[in-house]
């Protein structure tokens, strides 16, 4: 009994004492400030263009989408995709598709306007996403993220 | 198989030393005195050459340190200036670039030595783990080291590597932000790896320590797989016969590792890796450093995400289950007529695998990949263990004296 008690106050230490030595790992709070919110301005972005911001490290593509993209991202019927979202649930207004620029396969950056499906083609291992930013074929599990963003204005968007 | 030191001092200083620390009498008895078998040949002088590779690395990582500053906005110059300005920098860096392939091409023969001669069977099989465990080590650190110089292969490898964490269920995301320190590979990642590359040398030349103390403990296999019977008959003493042995295997690598590094010392790098990181730009082609490319292949051969990372650090982990795949009573490939074909097929697979990972993954290279990692794995899990049971070996030599009398005779006949 005593040996158990022991023991048990013995992990206690040692966990509480090796616990500040495994969270030091995390983001620090410089890292984490520097990855508040930022602000785009839509004005600059004619429709059928897009552009990379870089958003706590990571490109974030805002594309302005046109009729036709919109219409091949809302064509698709569901049981096509191997993560299967409606583009609906995707975007808040149809033309502007907003999306981490990360391929969820190993992180590489995809790249716009290729591959088959008239999305993003990812060079590393072959991944390619539709005008949704979603996974339709190659070794990426899950599609594009999106990341939290909302407009504050009509030509104002703010992401994170 | 070494005995009581029978070391004995000469000098009063040496004698009141050693009953106070008997470094020498161990050292006496571990390299001096400590028999090996007769038959050995060169394929068995790779351990000294990489215990020298590891202290090359050393030597030469200390001096670049003292040059180098692991910062997002100065590692990149920081190399650049120790290859234009820091008197010799060019040559010390080059040494240690080239050195870390060197150090792959020889833990790969001996590594493929143990595999053939059967060195990991019992009762070798704790030295042959913690050689998967030194194996290991290197190639983390080789991975961070080549993070280093922070270039664009240094910095989308880190991305791809880290990210392969990313793969396992629910924790994934954390373990990946953990090892980043933040939300992609940037100074708090490049800071880490500086660290524990500069720390994983002395971990692996600690279990350097216990490889060489478990080696120490059974006795080496030989290219016959019979243990040595009658240590007088069987054996030499390591000094002067392995040493110098050893010593000649070791200019002749020496030799091989300058011509890289005086000749061709960007040839096994990649010339992406001389244009800083850029995150917001992948290179159009990652390759890993070659010493990676089967387990790239493996990783990319499997068609999803969780299964391809499964697959490729199996393909490592399998090393350790070796000494009880294997249920063949003989050690040694030289008496196992079948064992030696799937043994060269399995290196063969292993270099197309390396081919195979430097090319594109698309059309026939994936299918051709698949394929390969069906055998690497099959060679392991089917061929090891069925072997053993179906194959006849050939008549084994009585002892390993026997075997060196007999090559004898015939020689002369």
Same mark, same amino acid.
């Given at each position: 009994?005593?040996?158990?008690?022991?023991?048990?106050?013995?992990?206690?230490?040692?966990?509480? !004492?090796?616990?500040?030595?495994?969270?030091?790992?995390?983001?620090?709070?410089?890292?984490?400030?520097? %990855?508040?919110?930022?602000?785009?301005?839509? +004005?600059?972005?004619?429709?059928? +263009?897009?552009?990379?911001?870089?958003?706590?490290?990571?490109?974030?593509?805002?594309?302005?989408?046109?009729?036709?993209?919109?219409?091949?991202? %809302?064509? !698709?019927?569901?049981?096509?995709?191997?993560?299967?979202?409606?583009?609906?649930?995707?975007?808040?207004?149809?033309?502007?598709? !907003? !999306?981490?620029?990360?391929?969820?396969?190993?992180?590489?950056?995809?790249?716009?306007?290729?591959?088959?499906?008239? %999305?993003?083609?990812?060079?590393?291992? %072959?991944?390619?996403?539709?005008?949704?930013?979603?996974?339709?074929?190659?070794?990426?599990?899950?599609?594009?993220?999106?990341?939290?963003?909302?407009?504050?204005?009509?030509?104002?968007?703010?992401?994170? | /198989?070494? @005995?009581?030191?029978?070391?004995?001092?000469?000098?009063?200083?040496?004698?009141?030393?050693?009953?106070?620390?008997?470094?020498?009498?161990?050292?006496?008895?571990?390299?001096? #005195?400590?028999?090996?078998?007769?038959?050995?040949?060169?394929? $068995?002088?790779?351990?000294?050459?990489?215990?020298?590779?590891?202290?090359?690395?050393?030597?030469?990582?200390?001096?670049?340190?003292?040059?180098?500053?692991?910062?997002?906005?100065?590692? *990149?110059?920081?190399?650049?200036?120790?290859?234009?300005? #820091?008197?010799?920098? $060019?040559?010390?860096?080059?040494?240690?670039?080239? @050195?870390?392939?060197?150090?792959?091409?020889?833990?790969?023969?001996?590594?493929?030595?143990?595999?053939?001669?059967?060195?990991?069977?019992?009762?070798?099989?704790?030295?042959?783990?913690?050689? #998967?465990?030194?194996?290991?080590?290197?190639?983390?650190?080789?991975? /961070?080291?080549?993070?280093?110089?922070?270039?664009? /292969?240094?910095?989308?490898?880190?991305?791809?590597?880290?990210?392969?964490?990313?793969?396992?269920?629910?924790?994934?995301?954390?373990?990946?932000?953990? =090892?980043?320190?933040?939300?992609?590979?940037?100074?708090?990642?490049?800071?880490?790896?500086?660290?524990?590359?500069?720390?994983?040398? *002395?971990?692996?030349?600690?279990?350097?320590?216990?490889?060489?103390?478990?080696?120490?403990? #059974?006795?080496?296999?030989?290219?016959?797989?019979?243990?040595?019977?009658?240590?007088?008959?069987?054996?030499?003493?390591?000094?002067?016969?392995?040493?110098?042995?050893?010593?000649?295997?070791?200019?002749?690598?020496?030799?091989?590792?300058?011509?890289?590094?005086?000749?061709?010392?960007?040839?096994?790098?990649?010339?992406?890796?001389?244009? &800083?990181?850029?995150? =917001?730009?992948?290179?159009?082609?990652?390759?890993?450093?070659?010493?990676?490319?089967?387990?790239?292949?493996?990783?990319?051969?499997?068609?999803?995400?969780?299964?391809?990372?499964?697959?490729?650090?199996?393909?490592?982990?399998?090393?350790?289950?070796?000494?009880?795949?294997?249920?063949?009573?003989?050690?040694?490939?030289?008496?196992?007529?079948?064992?030696?074909?799937?043994? $060269? =097929?399995?290196?063969?697979?292993?270099?197309?695998?390396?081919?195979?990972?430097?090319?594109?993954?698309?059309?026939?290279?994936?299918?051709?990949?698949?394929? =390969?990692?069906?055998?690497?794995?099959?060679?392991?899990?089917?061929?090891?263990?069925?072997?053993?049971?179906? &194959?006849?070996?050939?008549?084994?030599?009585?002892?390993?004296?026997?075997?060196?009398?007999?090559?004898?005779?015939?020689?002369?006949?």
């Amino acid at each position: 009994m005593l040996f158990i008690a022991t023991g048990a106050v013995g992990a206690v230490g040692v966990g509480s !004492v090796a616990w500040p030595f495994i969270h030091q790992m995390n983001p620090d709070a410089s890292t984490i400030a520097a %990855g508040a919110a930022i602000d785009v301005d839509l +004005s600059a972005i004619p429709e059928g +263009s897009s552009v990379t911001v870089k958003w706590r490290g990571k490109p974030i593509f805002v594309r302005h989408r046109t009729p036709k993209e919109i219409k091949e991202a %809302g064509d !698709v019927t569901l049981a096509q995709l191997p993560d299967p979202q409606a583009d609906a649930q995707r975007v808040k207004k149809p033309e502007w598709l !907003v !999306v981490i620029g990360v391929c969820t396969h190993l992180g590489c950056i995809p790249l716009g306007n290729q591959g088959e499906y008239d %999305g993003w083609f990812c060079p590393c291992h %072959g991944s390619a996403y539709d005008t949704s930013g979603r996974i339709r074929k190659g070794p990426a599990p899950k599609n594009l993220e999106v990341p939290n963003y909302a407009f504050a204005s009509d030509t104002k968007l703010t992401i994170g | /198989m070494s @005995g009581p030191s029978t070391y004995v001092p000469k000098s009063a200083v040496g004698r009141w030393f050693e009953s106070r620390l008997p470094i020498m009498g161990l050292m006496h008895s571990s390299f001096v #005195v400590y028999p090996t078998p007769r038959n050995l040949n060169y394929w $068995w002088t790779f351990g000294g050459i990489l215990s020298v590779m590891l202290m090359v690395q050393i030597l030469t990582g200390i001096v670049l340190v003292m040059h180098y500053t692991p910062h997002v906005d100065y590692a *990149f110059s920081s190399v650049e200036l120790i290859m234009r300005d #820091v008197n010799w920098g $060019w040559m010390i860096r080059y040494i240690h670039a080239n @050195g870390a392939s060197m150090f792959f091409v020889a833990v790969y023969i001996h590594m493929l030595r143990g595999l053939y001669y059967g060195s990991y069977k019992a009762p070798r099989e704790v030295l042959w783990i913690l050689g #998967v465990i030194i194996y290991l080590l290197m190639m983390a650190t080789g991975f /961070m080291g080549y993070v280093l110089p922070w270039g664009q /292969m240094s910095f989308w490898g880190a991305t791809v590597i880290t990210n392969l964490f990313s793969a396992i269920p629910l924790v994934g995301e954390s373990i990946t932000t953990w =090892l980043w320190g933040g939300y992609s590979v940037d100074n708090p990642t490049l800071n880490r790896f500086f660290s524990l590359h500069y720390l994983l040398p *002395f971990m692996i030349a600690g279990v350097v320590v216990l490889h060489v103390w478990a080696l120490h403990v #059974v006795g080496q296999n030989n290219p016959d797989g019979v243990e040595v019977k009658n240590v007088a008959r069987d054996t030499l003493p390591f000094t002067p016969y392995a040493t110098v042995k050893d010593g000649f295997a070791m200019i002749c690598f020496m030799l091989f590792f300058a011509w890289w590094v005086f000749y061709v010392p960007n040839y096994l790098g990649h010339a992406d890796n001389y244009i &800083e990181a850029n995150p =917001l730009s992948t290179p159009a082609h990652i390759v890993p450093e070659w010493y990676y490319l089967p387990f790239y292949a493996i990783l990319r051969a499997v068609p999803s995400k969780l299964g391809g990372v499964v697959a490729m650090f199996s393909a490592i982990i399998v090393l350790c289950f070796l000494p009880w795949l294997d249920t063949s009573k003989v050690r040694s490939a030289k008496y196992r007529p079948v064992y030696k074909v799937f043994f $060269w =097929l399995f290196v063969a697979s292993a270099i197309g695998l390396g081919y195979l990972g430097a090319m594109p993954a698309e059309g026939g290279y994936v299918l051709a990949s698949r394929l =390969l990692s069906i055998y690497y794995f099959a060679f392991f899990l089917v061929v090891m263990p069925l072997l053993g049971l179906f &194959e006849t070996p050939r008549a084994l030599p009585a002892s390993i004296a026997d075997s060196v009398l007999k090559n004898a005779h015939s020689a002369k006949a």
